[in-house]
Nanobody, 125 residues
Framework: QVQLVESGGGLVQAGGSLRLSCAAS????????MGWFRQAPGKDREIVASVSRGGGTTFYRNSVKGRFTISRDNAKNTLYLQMNSLNAEDTAVYYCAATPHSAGPVATRILYRYWGQGTQVTVSS
């Protein structure tokens, strides 16, 4: 089992920044590729970004490229998502997730085995 706890969400004005964190406990954090997902009201949960086990390879959905940065610190068992230039379309509940199925980034939601409880990000325009 891997337990994941997100933090860092909140209310921010358009153009602002937030940094999300995801603290992992349980099994060895570096054995899992990690991802950030988000779900807006009435919409499906979608991939935002993913990072490989070692942190050297990343994947981003097109709409966040150049604005968001995913990173991880395996020594601290923590995943991060730096979000800059936020806009109203980024408003959602953000979830971190872990998958044992790949060493590289994973964009497919069903491959993720463990999920956090989510943190709300609200961007006011």
């Amino acid at each position: 089992q891997v337990q994941l706890v997100e933090s860092g969400g909140g209310l921010v004005q358009a153009g602002g920044s937030l940094r999300l964190s995801c603290a992992a406990s349980g099994r060895t954090f570096s054995n899992y590729a990690m991802g950030w997902f988000r779900q807006a009201p009435g919409k499906d949960r979608e991939i935002v970004a993913s990072v490989s086990r070692g942190g050297g390879t990343t994947f981003y959905r097109n709409s966040v490229k150049g604005r968001f940065t995913i990173s991880r610190d395996n020594a601290k068992n923590t995943l991060y998502l730096q979000m800059n230039s936020l806009n109203a379309e980024d408003t959602a509940v953000y979830y971190c997730a872990a998958t044992p199925h790949s060493a590289g980034p994973v964009a497919t939601r069903i491959l993720y085995r463990y999920w956090g409880q989510g943190t709300q990000v609200t961007v006011s325009s």
